[in-house]
């Protein structure tokens, strides 16, 4: 397949990279959407919390969406949710064991899907390519001190 233009490789790779990860998770029947999957990189691996406020601004999602997210996980032992003792209003949210589970494995996915995407490229031009995306990514509004 050819493509004339940057756009269509970008949403080629897109398209492949969500197939994978679709597959993937089916495959070890992890309970996730692949549309969730920023939820396990954004909450620490360290099973420390964010403020639920905090993964909304990470994540640019609606609080509503979240919170619909969360009670999903929550009931099935991936998410942890714990009201704040200071203040009552504030929620905060973490991965739990089995959630930690899920972001090793969709680390690995990750890394898979990479090595297919990227063989024959050195680590020289990794580097490179990885510098580019993150200009691209700073260049499309994304505040990486938000992180």
């Known amino acids: 397949m050819r493509f004339e233009c940057a756009i269509g490789k970008i949403r080629y790779i897109l398209g492949q990279a969500d197939r994978f990860l679709t597959q993937k998770i089916s495959e070890e029947g992890l309970p996730i959407l692949v549309n ?8 620490p691996e360290d099973k420390s919390h964010l403020l639920f406020n905090e993964v909304v601004d990470r994540w640019k999602i609606s609080k509503s969406s979240l ?3 969360i009670t ?3 009931g099935i032992d991936i998410v942890e949710k714990r009201e704040c003792i200071l203040d009552k209003r504030s929620v905060y949210v973490s991965l739990t064991e ?5 972001r090793a494995s969709l ?9 297919k995407m990227l063989e024959g490229i050195s680590v020289e ?3 490179v390519l990885e510098g580019i995306l993150d200009k691209a990514v700073k260049n499309m ?7």
């Open 72 to 74: 999903k996980y929550q």
């Open 107 to 115: 680390k690995r996915y990750e890394t898979e899907f990479l090595d």
């Open 67 to 69: 919170s619909d997210i």
């Open 141 to 147: 509004g994304y505040c990486k001190s938000c992180e």
């Open 98 to 102: 089995k959630g930690l589970e899920v």
């Open 36 to 43: 969730h999957i920023p939820l396990f990189y954004i909450l």
């Open 125 to 127: 031009e990794r580097v």
